[in-house]
């Protein structure tokens, strides 16, 4: 089938989305940033399109688009709505940006702009130094959770990226939200987020790898790999909260230790856990497509277990309709854990 019309009818199936764009009302809360063609379920392998804000964002990551391709794609797009489009193409193994854009397009998608997600402002830059726009739409079911369950609540969000989670916890009402991140550009995105929403009094951002702040919080000693001499990281006192939230790379390495999604969850979780409130919850988040649901889940519950603690709740979010999956399994799983 022709890109075009598997575009169609994906743009079809998102009637729920697009149709309060084109008739806009003042009691439903403006979306404007959500996926539009999820290519690995919908037809064309690794080519994701986005809505992000008022531009079309394109994105290929196995193939590069021909000139007719993307010129076809396009027409249908700014028939729907006349919005710059954006063309990344990653097709190469690191994923990194090759492609020039023309001028006009060129400005634009280095030009800050703001997009709204049920109402929530987030700054949006579709080429800047990183590679991933600056919000993972995906995760929009996260961040609704979040709003919805952190009023006068202690939220503790970490790999916080562009502190979206923590954007949300502050606008439902939580009395503070400490965000940790390695990334100094992330966070300055994460700061703009909240004084586009005026919640920044209670926003703390601290730059630090996650495994230092993680066992300060939790009240451990900071150890190096191999006894090597450490980097230097920000001093925190230990620290429990109503809410974390644990949304990890699937991989990373640093001098205080190893993010790995697919063998060692528990390296972060069994810390992260510790900083969780007796009565609290903890959102637990794992992208990779081959870790099984089942046995992910068996395994930070027996890390709760061995902690001499239980689950009182589970509570499972799945992404929302413009990120289909085959047989609804999602790649990205995420687990409430309420800790008794």
């Not at 989305?17 to 404007?32: F, G």
């Not at 290519?39 to 000139?67: C, K, M, P």
Request: proline content about 4%; charged content about 20%; some cysteine.
């Amino acid at each position: 089938m022709p890109i075009t019309a598997l575009l169609i009818s994906a743009l079809t199936k998102r009637a729920d989305l697009i149709n309060p764009l084109i008739n806009p009302s003042a009691d439903i809360a403006k979306t404007d940033c959500f996926r539009v063609f999820h290519g690995t379920v919908e037809g064309v392998n690794g080519l994701n399109i986005d809505r992000y804000g008022d531009a079309w964002l394109i994105q290929t990551f196995h193939e590069t688009l021909s000139e007719t391709e993307l010129n076809s794609i396009s027409d249908v797009l700014v028939d729907l709505f006349d919005l710059p489009i954006v063309y990344n193409d990653r097709s190469n193994k690191n994923s990194r940006i090759i492609n020039q854009l023309e001028l006009t397009a060129e400005t634009y998608s280095q030009s800050e702009q703001v997009i709204s997600e049920n109402g929530i402002l987030f700054t949006s830059k579709l080429r800047h130094e990183g590679q991933d726009p600056l919000l993972f739409l995906d995760m929009r079911v996260g961040r609704e959770f979040v709003k919805a369950n952190s009023h006068k609540k202690s939220v503790l969000n970490l790999f916080s990226y562009t502190c979206g989670i923590g954007t949300a916890a502050a606008v439902g009402g939580a009395k503070r939200v400490v965000n940790v991140d390695f990334s100094s550009f992330a966070l300055a995105a994460g700061r703009k987020n909240a004084e586009l929403n005026g919640v920044e009094s209670v926003c703390q951002f601290i730059q630090s790898d996650a495994f230092p702040a993680l066992r300060q919080l939790a009240g451990l000693k900071v150890a190096s790999r191999g006894n090597k001499k450490l980097p230097s990281y920000p001093k925190m006192s230990a620290s429990q909260f109503d809410l974390v939230f644990l949304d990890p790379p699937r991989f990373a390495k640093s001098a205080f230790g190893t993010v790995d999604l697919v063998n060692d969850y528990q390296s972060l979780f069994k810390p992260a856990l510790l900083t969780t409130k007796s009565g609290g919850m903890i959102v637990c988040c794992n992208n990779v497509a081959k870790v099984d649901k089942e046995a992910w889940f068996n395994s930070l519950v027996r890390c709760v277990e061995k902690q001499g603690r239980s689950v009182s709740a589970v509570e499972w979010l799945d992404c929302h309709q413009d990120f289909p999956s085959f047989d609804d399994n999602h790649p990205l799983k995420i687990v409430v854990l309420t800790i008794a």
